[in-house]
């Protein structure tokens, strides 16, 4: 594999973990809403695009939440395809550093079957265009993306990554598609994307590399 492809690889899995770090605090921000819709409501205000969400689950006594296949729409003027298929995001976190201003997860167990990045005939790519207008919504800038919360990292980080598909209308033939096959991949003590690094480069050697396959549509 080239070390084009392996740098396109690392920059797609960065930008997932900062798609992942986005759905976290989203989810966060809107845990006093006990109701799957007041959560899917408040991401659809978030991100600006269609949400899907089957259930949530709430552990009011251990500071967690889960959500289960939450699907994000492409944002407006990209394709049809969904953005990002998760069938589970679990957070768990530290009440009492929350209390102090401070976010520190005990666990977070992400699985992501899908992730399709795109680049529209104007240059633009889809999952930028979310955070930005994420960040745009919550008036989070580059030094308070947090909302005031102090970041201290996850306990345990449990990953498992499905196919990350990249299509660029300006030309077709740099569509590729990444099959990761990561399953139940544990880190422990993350306190920074950096720490992702050696993962990204053990994909990257890998090789799961499709080029043009089309990527599949999520149900």
Known sequence: MSSVVRRRVLWILLGLAGAAALLVLVALASVDHLARGALVSALRRQTGTGIRLDAVDLGLRDGSIRLRQLVVSNPPGFGPRPLVAIPELYLAYHPEAAASNVLRFR????????????????????????????????????????????????????????????????????????????????????TSVAQLVPLALEIAFKGGLVPGKPAPTSP
């Open 107 to 190: 666990e977070v167990r992400l699985h992501l079957s899908e992730l399709h990045v795109e680049v529209d005939a104007a240059g633009r790519t889809n999952l930028l265009d979310l955070t930005s207008a994420a960040a745009g919504v919550r008036g989070l800038g580059a030094t308070n993306w947090l909302g005031g919360f102090r970041f201290e990292g996850v306990d345990l980080l449990t990953l498992t990554l499905g196919r990350i598909s990249f299509s660029d209308a300006r030309d077709p033939r740099r569509d590729k598609v990444f099959d990761l096959g990561i399953t139940n991949r544990s880190l422990n003590q993350v």
